[in-house]
């Protein structure tokens, strides 16, 4: 895939009716359309309405994807919203719209939308779930198709843009008001696959941090009834990758203070993650000389 012009060439472009200013992406905002499923239903009012709302990408149940703004001017997705600490994440952020219902409540064994569709709940694989995030609902799983172009998409924006350094739900930066992405979402998933080993923050705490010659020092992790999270770089971004139990022993690959707290980089399960120091206690070795 080749971006020119800031529009990605595989996809059909449509320019949306409330495209705004130049922006530098540093975010990838996922959403659902929370709409009906017809195929160009939800891109055309994402084209032109007079809620002024606007998105880079729309992402069809068949995993047909529609841009509407190049990705170096600002969109009306996010809405309030609030992302480390900085507001207004529009201003810095790439929006994709994933066509799905959005919360369905239950009528009997059917799940109905809030603007009236109703779906057979075995049929569509419709589940009931509870999240602190999202609260209670019946959820549509997103279709296969639909993570396969969003995986293909997400990996081709994160090549053509090197300032993108992570990808959030709606509801991760608009928290108590937006439940989207719905809880079906496989973001950890999603997020290991793109970000994986290029991703510039992992890299930049690379470079700023010192390495452990020799890889000579252990450490065991103290979370007495608790487990510490290994994170894919360090910081508390939703980047866990593994969640290591209390008292295991690991390898200390590199050391580094980020945002004024110390991070070790360390190997567990055969993969490199940071870990808060804090929570590991250094083990010195006897080298071998009785006292
Ligand atoms: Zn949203």
């Keep these: 895939m080749q971006f020119s012009d800031h529009r990605l060439a595989d996809h059909p ?8 200013g130049t922006i530098t992406p540093e975010i990838i905002v996922l959403h659902d359309t929370a709409s009906r499923l017809d195929k160009g239903s939800a891109a055309a009012f994402l084209l032109d ?44 952020s790439i929006g994709i719209e994933i066509v799905n219902p959005g919360r369905m409540t239950r009528t009997g064994d059917k799940a109905r939308a809030w603007y009236g569709e109703s779906f057979d709940i075995g049929e569509y694989g419709i589940e009931e779930i ?19 172009a969003l995986l293909e998409l997400l990996q081709a924006l994160s090549l053509a843009c090197d300032t993108l350094t992570d990808i959030v739900p709606h ?14 979402f496989p973001l950890e998933h999603i997020k290991a696959l793109v970000l994986g080993r290029d991703n510039p923050a992992e890299a930049q705490a690379e470079e700023i941090s010192d390495a452990v010659p020799d890889a000579n020092e252990l450490i065991q992790v103290d979370a007495p009834g608790d487990t510490l999270n290994l994170r894919r770089w360090p910081s508390f971004n939703p980047n866990v990758i593994a969640q290591i139990p209390d008292q295991a ?35 010195t070795f006897d080298t071998g000389h009785q006292t």
Excluded at 173 to 183: H, L
Aim: net charge positive.
């Design 13 to 20: 472009f449509r320019p949306a009716r409330w495209t705004g």
């Design 171 to 184: 509801w991760y930066i608009s928290p108590g008001r937006k439940v989207d992405t719905n809880p079906l």
């Design 49 to 92: 309405n007079e809620a002024k709302v606007s998105v880079h990408f729309v992402l069809e149940i068949d995993g047909t994807i529609t841009q509407q703004v190049p990705i170096n001017r600002r969109a009306n997705h996010a809405g309030r919203s609030h992302y480390h600490g900085r507001d207004h994440c529009n201003g810095f």
């Design 249 to 283: 022993i690991l390898p200390v690959l590199r050391k580094g203070t980020f945002a004024g707290r110390d991070w070790l980089q360390v190997l567990y399960g055969g993969q490199s993650g940071w870990v808060v120091a804090r929570y590991a206690a250094p083990i």
């Design 130 to 148: 509870t999240t602190p995030e999202h609260g209670a609902g019946l959820w549509m799983p997103y279709a296969e198709a639909q993570i396969k």
